[in-house]
Structure formats: structure tokens, C-alpha cells
């Protein structure tokens, strides 16, 4: 799974990366996204505006909100056969912006967990393939949200966790947002990033706790 990550570009790495999207407001650099928390993400909706989504998605049918803090991911294998996301992978995509993301070690025998922080080795800002969609509060209130899109690991990836998420090529990105794109040939995209354009090494502990949320935590830690 995916449970952390972060977002420290610049607005203007966004907007080289998706010339088209339209920011209102700069970036604030985040080093420790976490479920529930706001997300930074463009929406297949035809307005190309950033939007912050909330983490953790909450399908139009659920009963209640509080389904959002199981459904941070969705298995990329799985799309077209479940309910909460057969729909939304047809019709409501979304590219949702990170520098990298982190992931637990298990070492000991399972006994400890180191964790690691995965990026891109040029450290450029990518996207998350993920999907969204709209919920209404029984108070009115519309809360849209967000899941990360997850596949097998990559060879980089292998030795520190069973999942990754997946990570859009650039070339990607406007063949996943076009609202008429077949999604079954979309299926060709849920794949693990090339493993040779990545690094990752072990970081902080402090980064399983959410409030924790600094440079500090993407500094390499070898001891």
C-alpha cells in the first residue's frame, strides 16, 4: 500500500509538468501526507484546476464518511471487477501530485520496520494515477475525495514492500485524463514505474507519526 507521502514542488513544477492546469494559490510544501489530509491533485473533470481532495475515498453510495480511512488505495489489478471502483475508472480519474512517498521495511524477522523514502532519481515532481469522486453529507455538505491507484512492485521496490503505487509516465498524463479514453486500454497503464529511474533509502522513524511533518523527514538516515 501507499500510506505516506510527499508534495515539496514548486508551483511551477506543476505547471511544466501539466502546462494546461490552472493554480490559484502557491504550493506549500508537505513532507508527510497522510490519510484524511488534503491532497493536491488535477481532476478529469474538464476545469484542469488543482483541487485538494481529501485522502481516502468515499464513494457517492457509502453510507457514511468514515469508509474514506479504508480506501486510500485501490489494487490496479482489481479495477474493473470492484464496485467502488469499476465506475470511477471509466468515468472520474485523477492525477494527484508527489516528489516521492514512503514505505515500511520489515527487518528482524518482522520484529522492526525501517522506513524508506522512494523518488525519482532526477527528484522531479510525477503523478499518482488515482481515481475520485463526489460525496454528499446528509448536512448538504460535498466532500470529494481521492484513492492512489497501487500494482505489483518494481525490482527497486521488491525488497521493501509486496505494493507501490502506480506512477504515471509523463506521457502518459493526458491520455489518463481525457474524459472519452476507453479505460480498458487504459488497463496498460497500471504498471510498476521503471525501477532504474528511481532510488530510495531509509529514513526517520519519526515519519509514522503524522504531526511529523519537516524536511527533516526525506533526510537519509544510514544508521
Known sequence: MCGRFALTAKTSDIENLVPAIKIKE????????APTQKLAALLNDGSMELVNPRWGLIPSWSKDES???????ARGETLNEKPAFKNLFRK?????????????K?????????????????REVFAFAGLWDLFRK???ETICSA??????????MAPIH???????????????MSTGKDATK???????????????????????NPAFDNESCIIPRYN
Request: proline share 7%.
Open 26 to 33: 502557491e504550493i506549500k510544501p508537505r513532507y508527510n501526507i
Open 67 to 73: 469508509i474514506g480511512v479504508r480506501m486510500i488505495n
Open 92 to 104: 472520474r480519474r485523477c492525477l494527484i501530485f508527489a516528489n516521492g512517498f514512503y514505505e515500511w
Open 106 to 122: 520489515s527487518e528482524n524477522s518482522g520484529k522492526h520496520k525501517t522506513p524508506y523514502f522512494i523518488r525519482l532519481k532526477s
Open 138 to 140: 446528509p448536512d448538504g
Open 147 to 156: 484513492t492512489i491507484i497501487t500494482c505489483e512492485p518494481n525490482a527497486l
Open 162 to 176: 509486496n505494493r507501490m503505487p502506480v506512477i504515471l509516465g509523463n506521457d502518459m498524463l493526458e491520455e489518463w
Open 186 to 208: 487504459l488497463s496498460d497503464f497500471i504498471k510498476p514505474y521503471d525501477y532504474e529511474e528511481m532510488e530510495a533509502y531509509p529514513v526517520s522513524s519519526q515519519v509514522g
